[in-house]
Structure formats: C-alpha cells, structure tokens
C-alpha cells in the first residue's frame, strides 16, 4: 500500500515540476483520445499548444493571449486572497456581472456625452464598487450572522444573471436596436470604451491585471495584510490570538475579491464583448476559480496559470477550426489538464512513502 | 496598427500562394453559436454546410467552429479562418452582428454573410428567412384544427422576430376561426429543453390543444405527445420523429440553397454586398410535410396558402389590420413594409396581455 | 383572473418540474452530509442524461437506460472521488473541473445520437385511484421515476435518521478527524457518498433525457445541477426540507408560466431570481453551524 505523509513546507521541486507533469500527462492521454477521434494526435497537440505562440499567424494570436486571460488572471488574483486566508468566494460570477452592468449603466446614462476623462473614471469606479458591493452580500451576512459564503455567493450568480437578462431586454436596452435585446456598442462610444490597442490586445482590463499581479505579490510577501490572510488560512486559531480581526479579514478578503471581478467585467463589457447582452459573460469567474488553483494561490502562478489556459482556449479553436475537432473534444481535453494538475499536486504537499506495518 | 502591417504580409503571402496554387479550393467558413447537436438552430445551418460540401465535392473546402460564445471569442474565431485563407465566412447569429462588421474591416478580401442582422458593409451581406410566412401557414391550421380554441405559443424573448411570428400565426388563426384565443408564454432562453417542456405542459393545462413554439427544442413536442390529443408545429427542424401526431407540420430553416448560391458566386468572382431576406418562395423556408392528422380539405387549404405567399401573391401581413390598441396599422389592401416587420414591437387587434419590456 | 389555472394540474406538474432537480439533490445531499462539496453535479447530470439515452436506445428499455445512467454518473464522480479522497486535492476546483470534463464528454459521446426519440417510459396504472378529484391527478397520475425519486428521499431520510450507516456517515461529516479517531474509515465512507450522489444526479439527468425532453441534445441540463446544489442550502441538509425545496423551487417555473400564460403581467426575471433570495433568506434564518461540520474541507489521516 501506498501512503502519504506531509511534508513540513511544500516542495519547491515539485511546486515547480508538477504542472510540467501534468502537462505531460495530458498530452499524452489528449493525444489517445484525439487519436480515437481520428485526428493525428501529434498535429492536434502541436495546434493547441504551439500554433497560438510559434505558429505563422503567432502574432496576431500572441495578444489575444492577452485579451482572453487578462479576465482570468485578474479575477483569479482577487480569489487567492479569500482562499488563502479560507474565505471561499465561488460567486465572482456574479460579481464579474454586476460590476459589468454598473460600469456600463454609468457610461450609457451619459451617453453621447465626449468626456473621456470623466466618463471612464467613473465607470472603473462604478465596476468596481459594483462587484464590490455584490460580494459585501456574502461577507456581510458570514460576519452578521456566520452564514456560509461558499453558498451565498453561489447563489448570488443566478440572481446576478436574472438581473443581467432583465437589463439587456430593459433599461440598458439599445433604443436604436430595433428591439433586440443588448444594450448600445460601448467600444463604437470612445469615452467609455476600455480599448487602448485593439490589434495589439491591450486593453485596461491587461494593464490593471499585470498591477494586481504585481500588487498581489507585494501585499502578500511583504505587507502585514498578506502575513495575516495566510496566518488566518493555516490555523484561524493562531490568527485571532494574533490580533487579526475574522469578520474584518472576511470583509477585506470578499471585498478585494469582488472588487477585481467587478472591474474585470467593467472591462470586458466596455472592450472585447463591447455589450451588455443576455449572455456576454461566458463564465471567466468560474473558469477564474480553477486559474487561482492551478497557481497555487500565488500571483506569479496565476499569471502563468490564466495565460495556458488562455493558450488552451485559444489553441482549442484553432484545433475546431482546423482540423474539425469537435468542441467537446477541447472542452474535455481542458477537464483532463485540470484534473491531473489537481491530481499531481499532492506530491507538492505530500511525500508518498510505502506503507509499512504499523504498531497501533 | 500592429495587425494591419500582419494582414497586408498575410495578404502577401496569400497572394503568391494563390499564384503558384491557380486551382486552390475555395474555402467557406461557418461560425456556430450552439453545438451542431443542438437539433435546431445551430443543426440546420450545420446541413447548409453538408449540402455545401456535397454540392461542390473538392472545389470547395469549408471550415466551422461550434459553440462560439457572442463577444471577443467570435471575433477571434473570424479573424483566424479570414488568416488561415477563408474566402467567405457565414456567421449565424445575430449577436455576432457588430463582431463581423469589425473584422470584416480588417479583412477587406474575404466576403462575410451575417444570419439575420442589419449592419451591412460592402464586403458584408445579411440573410435572414422570412420564418412569418411559414407562421401564416402555421396559424391557418392550428386555426382549424383547435377544439378548444386556445393555442399556446411557447416565445424565446419579446424581440421583433418573435413577435412578427406571433402576430402573423395570430392573424391566420382569426381568420379561420373568429373565437380563438392565444395564450403566450416566454421562457427567456432559445433553448432549454426541461423549460420548453414545463411551459407547454402549462399551456396545456390551461387548455391549449395546439402549441405553437419559436423555441428550439423537441421537448414541447414530447410533452405534446404525452398528453396525448394536442397539436404541435416542429420549429427550425423538421422535428418528423413526432409526427403525425402530435406534430402535423413544420417551419425547417433551410439554408443550403443560399449557401450553395454565395459560395458559387464567389467561385465566380460575382460576390456582391446583399440583403436577403427570403421566404417559402426561394426555399429559404420550408413547410414540413402536412401529416394526415390534420382533414384533407384543412391540408389543401394550408399548402394552397404556402404557395400564393411562395408566388408573391398574397402577403401574410396585408389589411385592414389594427394594432392592439385599436388604432389602424395597415388600411385594406395594404402590404407591410419590411422596415415595420423588422422592427416590429406590437401586437395586432385581439392578442390579449402585453409584450413585456 | 387565475381562472384558467387548475390547482390539481398546476402541482402535479410542478412535481414532474421538480423531478429531476430532486434527485440530483438528494444525492448532493449525503455527499455534503459525509463532509464533501461535489461542484460537479452539473457535470455528472449530463453525464447520467447521455448514458442514460444510450443505454435506452440500445436495449430499447428506459429501466435498463436508468440504471445505466446511475453507473455511468457514479462512474464519473468517483473520479472525484479519487481526486479529492485519495489525491487531496481542492473539493471546488476539482468540482467545476467535473463539471467542466462532464459537459465534454457527454456531447462527444452522444453525437451520433442526436435527434433520435427514446422509448418512452408510460405511467404508472392506478386504475380506479387515479380518478379520485383533486387527488387523483397529483398522486396517481405518474411516470415510475416521480415515486422512485419520492422513495429515494425517503430512504435517504430513513437511512439518516435511523440506520447505524447514517450514524456513522453524519459522524464522518461533523467532525471527520474525531470520526477516525473512532476508526471509521473515512475516506471508505467518503467514497460511497459520493459514488451515491454521482448515481442520484445520473437519475436525474436521465429523467430529462428519457423522459421530460425526450431526446438527447447537448447541453440539456442547462444548469439544472446548479440549481440541485442551491436546494441542498434551502434545504440546509435535511431530506423532507429539500422535497419541498425542490417543489418549491419547480413550483416557481410552473407558477410562472402559468400566471403569463394566464395573460397575468409579470416581471419574469424578477420572479426567477426569487428562489435564489428565498434560499439565501433561509441560509441567513437557520445558520449558525447547520452545515456539517467538515464540509469541504480535505481529510488527511496524519498517522
């Protein structure tokens, strides 16, 4: 029998060495299944994986590595901090859209009005705000009344989304969309639209995510703050006897967190999807929650984290395209990479040792 | 701008490939919003393309992403078939309406055809199908064949498509049958089977015995067929496996035609920014097989309706017809334009309740 | 004004409404019971509506397809199972990843099955039980999996509450390191929670594809799983509480196509979003520790 036994810090060795493991554990279970499918498996992996970044079209992929992850790594940064100091927000979902619809509501009340410097202010402002006041629901009542977050916030998403419906077909509504529901192009609007270089992919939404990378890192190695979330995540315990104030670091932790998917929605709704629509979220907060696990909590794991999965989903269309692999073959192809990245971990934490006969 | 110096060297490029290669196939791109699995919408376009490729075997090579989500992700899906050497790219929903006129810019070479918008530019053509005229027939026999007369109809979103079936089913049904009523009923989703189902059961319970549905699904059908004496129309797809009963007849999109028309007319070098919005005439939209569960006499009538519509002789919306507030839309003998049909936000004289905002 | 709805009609079709969310629920339900967050409920819905399908068209029997759901869902939840019982890893990343691989699976398995029409399961014969008024329609007028789902809920409620299994499985879910103090073997026990929750929500994807719809179509569930999770919350962990969630929860679809199709002016959305403030209202209401104590948390038996 094969037993594990903790190790007292975390491999180094392995943190680094298991996503390449699981990469490679992928590559060679994908390439079986694509092989089952018909496809020549070297090709298909070499499309998902290398056409994005070295292929001859690689750069005008290159930035959409950019437009597609900068979502994933900014919400994903948000999240670490909850997660380390064991405030489980799974409803960033839901923040992603409020902050998107109060961002875009702030722009569309002023439109057509030309104030680039006032308008798109106060839209980072009400995206912020807005995701931030989304995810004080859950805080709020897990410190008023010890509800479960996990939940709340869950919860928060489908009234998030009924909201976002009633939006598009209501209030936002385009009044010169001949009645389709969505709301007007905000990136046709140049005050508001959060587009700087759209060729090249940039967009505020990358820059504010390379900040909270860098930010992130910072609070967290070298800031009281980032010392006491992961105290509070290792023994609750030790932290309150340390002074750390729960209900205060729940509320900073969900805060933060809704605060960075409220802007990630601000910006995606004001550039790459440029509508409030039925739909335009395409579930980045919860594709975001795998992202901060994938990096180990850690803002540089996250930015390489958000950028393959990115790569994935990028490579995942060329593969359709190209070489008609259905999309249910990428979709589980990703749901293979995450599983063994999930499931290598444990040599991070663990030593695996053969089990010898114990003494009781 | 960093991609227009990439499209000029990938339009190079192109060039001097098509130099060497004279006999290049052409190649056609389709954009999906739903899985080609879907047995509706995104299914029938899926068959345009089939008949694409069975019609010009190796002069053509067609390429299609599924499941694109509207936003930034189909704007990149367009720009990878216009780099990887797409000819003409048809992009089937309408939430990618501004998406391809963006990338359509980018890439003034490739022609795109945009499903059931109205932005057009000169290397970008709108289709759409003309699904009212199959809603007339639609109503004319669900008209004749209620017992009750009530019949449901199962709506996605208030939207002008949606409603313009409505009214024009609406209108048909009076018109063989004064007493009828419609209940309507919006599920806010163009496909969610266990939805669809619920909210024809509903419809059936009020008393509805004949269901109408501009959803996607075959779960009406189902439950349409559970209970056993109700009527149902199959919607996008012929949806036969629920015929003859309950499903007597159905609107099946059929896109081949068109499909067929614009790639050879880009093989021809005769591509030009269009607008089409075709109806039974053209064949863009097909009435399934009447089934002999609707009277011979209600059948000939029906096919009898389809073909003077088809011929241009009769048009679904001709007057006198009121709105529903009484106030007169379309005087007697009077067509509506198609600028009122496409932005159609109201109901005719007699449809009870109110189009939600 | 409500005259034409029909209060016999309108619950017996909530209860058909609310079938499938039932038993994905009641499933989830043991699984959190035993201390473990399944996200995937989703994923092993369609997974179960899929095989399901297969099996039925197969054999040519909905019964047969049932249990081929059931294996085929439980089949996949013990891959999480072995990811977070053995492996430790994280409960809702490997959760949405289930998810996630469940939704891809399922369509690649079922491409070549689109469009094609299920055998069809009839009602249960009451014979004379089912024209008693009122009654009759709500309680006699069936498909077998409305009373086998019933049944299931009552089981469940039974096993808890009554057997020295359900002891032991609250025990491993309270507090999971006392539990193996007092040898239970937790991850033994952690494994069948879930392997019977991955069953419960193949039943239930199943009942959508072979019965509701009846049809295979990708996608299907269309969040359905989700909806399962939030009635186990409503229901805050307890079997009679979550039949009335999930009615509750059916009861609002049904009620409001019934009161437009009544010609009533509703706000749609607002209406829809209701069940969700109602379960975070009862969350708030009853919290204060109801959730068992080592939910979602990973165990790991230090010695």
Redesign the interface.
């Known amino acids: 029998m094969i037993r594990?036994e903790?190790r007292p810090q975390p491999s180094t060795f392995w943190t680094w060495l298991t996503p390449l493991l699981a990469v490679a554990l992928t590559v060679v279970f994908g390439g079986v299944l694509f092989a089952m499918l018909g496809k020549d498996p070297l090709v298909a992996i070499r499309t998902i994986f290398f056409d994005p970044l070295f292929s001859?079209?690689a750069?005008?992929?290159r930035?959409?590595l950019l437009?597609?992850g900068a979502p994933l790594v900014l919400i994903a940064i948000g999240l670490s901090f909850g997660f380390r100091a064991g405030v489980?927000n799974?409803g960033a979902e839901g923040q992603y859209i409020i902050g998107a619809l109060c961002g875009a509501a702030v722009a569309l009340a002023l439109y057509p009005m030309e104030a680039r410097w006032l308008i798109f202010p106060l839209m980072i402002l009400f995206g912020a705000l807005g995701g931030l006041g989304w995810a004080m629901?859950p805080g709020l009542?897990k410190v008023r009344?010890?509800?479960?977050e996990?939940?709340?916030s869950?919860?928060?998403v489908?009234?998030a989304e009924?909201?976002l419906?009633?939006m598009a077909?209501?209030p936002l509504r385009n009044p010169e969309g001949?009645?389709?529901?969505?709301s007007r192009?905000l990136?046709?609007y140049d005050s508001a639209t959060s587009w700087i270089?759209?060729?090249?992919g940039m967009h505020w939404g990358v820059i504010t995510a390379f900040l909270a990378v860098i930010l992130a890192y910072v609070v967290m190695s070298r800031h009281i703050l980032g010392f006491q979330i992961r105290l509070a995540g290792q023994s609750p315990r030790a932290a309150a006897f340390s002074g750390v104030n729960p209900g205060g670091l729940v509320l900073i932790c969900l805060g933060t967190s809704g605060a960075l998917a409220g802007l990630a929605g601000m910006f995606?709704v004001s550039?790459?999807?440029?509508?409030v629509?039925?739909?335009?979220n395409?579930g980045y907060g919860?594709t975001a929650?795998?992202v901060?696990?994938l990096g180990r909590l850690h803002p540089v794991g996250i930015l390489l984290a958000g950028g393959l999965m990115a790569l994935t989903?990028?490579g995942g269309?060329?593969a359709?395209?190209?070489l008609?692999l259905?999309?249910?073959?990428?979709?589980?192809?990703?749901?293979?990479l995450?599983?063994f990245l999930?499931?290598v971990?444990?040599l991070t934490?663990?030593r695996v040792r053969l089990r010898h006969r114990e003494v009781a | 701008?960093?991609?227009?110096h990439?499209l000029a060297t990938?339009a190079l490029?192109g060039l001097a490939g098509g130099a060497f290669a004279q006999d290049d196939p052409t190649t056609v791109?389709f954009v999906y919003v739903g899985?080609i699995g879907d047995g509706g919408w995104t299914y029938e376009h899926e068959q345009g393309r089939l008949a694409v490729e069975e019609h010009f075997g190796d002069q053509v090579e067609t390429?299609?992403?599924?499941?694109?989500?509207?936003?930034?992700?189909a704007?990149?899906?367009m720009?990878?078939?216009a780099?990887?050497g797409a000819d003409l790219i048809f992009t089937t929903s309408?939430?990618y309406m501004?998406?391809t006129i963006e990338v359509a810019e980018q890439f003034p070479d490739v022609m795109f055809e945009h499903a059931t918008g109205?932005k057009r530019a000169d290397n970008v053509s709108t289709y759409s199908a003309r699904f009212y005229e199959g809603r007339a027939v639609q109503g004319h026999i669900a008209g004749n064949l209620t017992e009750s007369n009530v019949i449901g109809y199962i709506g996605s979103?208030?939207?002008?498509e949606v409603?313009r079936g409505i009214n024009s089913a609406y209108i048909h049904a009076k018109k063989v049958n004064p007493d009828v009523e419609f209940k309507i009923v919006w599920v806010?989703t163009w496909f969610d089977p266990a939805k669809e189902a619920e909210a024809a059961r509903t419809l059936i319970d009020q008393g509805a015995d004949v269901i109408l549905q501009h959803t996607d699904s075959t779960a009406p059908q189902a439950a349409a067929a559970e209970a056993g004496d109700v009527y149902t129309f199959g919607q996008a797809s012929d949806m036969a496996e629920f015929g003859p009963m309950p499903r007597v007849s159905s609107i099946i999109d059929n896109w081949a035609p068109y499909y067929i028309d614009r790639t050879q007319a880009v093989i021809d070098g005769t591509w030009e920014s269009t607008d089409t919005w075709d109806g039974i005439g053209p064949g863009m939209v097909g009435i399934g097989e009447i089934s002999d569960a609707v009277p011979a006499e209600v059948k000939a009538e029906a096919e009898a309706l389809a073909e003077s519509i088809a011929a241009g002789e009769y048009h679904p919306f001709t007057g006198p017809l009121n709105k529903q507030d009484g106030s007169v839309w379309l005087e007697e003998g009077e067509t509506a334009d198609d600028g009122t049909l496409?932005?159609?936000?109201f109901y005719v004289e007699g449809i009870e309740g109110d189009i939600?905002? | 004004m409500f005259g034409s709805i029909d209060p016999s009609l309108l619950v017996a079709s909530l209860m058909v409404a609310a079938t499938p969310i039932l038993l994905a629920a009641i499933g989830e339900l043991v699984v959190e019971r035993a201390g473990v967050?399944n996200?995937g409920v989703e994923g092993m819905m369609i997974t179960g509506a899929v095989c399901g399908f297969i099996v039925a068209i197969n054999t040519g029997s909905p019964y047969v397809g049932f249990a081929g759901a059931a294996a085929g869902a439980a089949l996949l939840a013990l891959?999480f199972a072995a990811?977070t019982q053995w492996?430790?890893?994280?409960q809702?990343?490997?959760g949405?990843?289930?998810t996630?691989?469940?939704?891809?699976?399922?369509?690649?398995l079922g491409?070549s099955y689109v469009g094609m029409r299920a055998p069809s399961l009839p009602r249960v014969d009451f014979g004379v039980l089912s024209e008693i008024p009122f009654l009759g329609r709500v309680l006699f007028g069936h498909d077998p999996m409305v009373y086998v789902s019933l049944l299931i809920v009552a089981g469940v409620w039974a096993f808890l509450r009554y057997t020295r299994g359900g002891l032991v499985l609250r025990a491993v879910g309270e507090n999971h390191a006392a539990a193996h103090a007092l040898g239970y073997n937790v991850v033994a026990i952690r494994f069948a929670a879930i392997a019977f929750g991955g069953a419960c929500a193949g039943l239930g994807g199943a009942y959508l594809s072979l019965v509701r719809v009846p049809q295979w179509t990708?996608g299907m569930t269309a969040g359905a799983g989700?909806?399962a999770?939030?009635i186990v919350?409503f229901a805050s962990w307890r079997p009679w509480r979550l039949l009335l969630g999930a009615y509750l929860f059916g009861g609002v679809t049904v009620l409001q196509l019934n009161l437009q199709a009544s010609g009533v002016a509703i706000?749609v959305?607002?209406l829809?979003?209701s069940p969700?403030?109602v379960?975070?209202l009862v969350?708030?209401v009853m919290?204060?520790?109801r959730?068992p104590g080592s939910l979602?948390k990973t165990f790991?038996a230090?010695t």
């Open positions: 594990l903790r001859q079209f750069s005008f992929y930035p959409q437009v597609k489980w799974i629901i009542l009344f010890g509800t479960n996990i939940l709340v869950l919860m928060l489908y009234v009924q909201l419906a009633a077909l209501g001949m009645g389709f529901p969505g192009n990136t046709q270089d759209r060729a090249g995606e550039g790459p999807a440029g509508q629509s039925i739909d335009f395409v919860f929650i795998i901060a696990f989903y990028i269309e060329i359709q395209s190209q008609q259905p999309a249910a073959a990428i979709q589980l192809f990703q749901g293979m995450l599983f999930l499931a971990d444990v934490h663990f | 701008m960093k991609l227009r990439l990938a490029a791109g899985p390429v299609y992403v599924e499941s694109v989500p509207e936003g930034p992700d704007v990149r899906v720009q990878q078939m780099l990887n309408f939430g501004d998406q109205y979103f208030p939207i002008p409603i806010y496409l932005g159609m936000n939600p905002q | 967050l996200l891959v990811l492996l430790l890893s994280n809702v990343a490997t949405l990843a289930l996630l691989f469940g939704l891809g699976l399922s369509s690649l491409q990708e989700w909806i999770l939030a919350v706000p959305e607002y829809s979003m969700y403030v379960t975070i969350l708030v919290s204060a520790g959730a979602g790991h230090s």
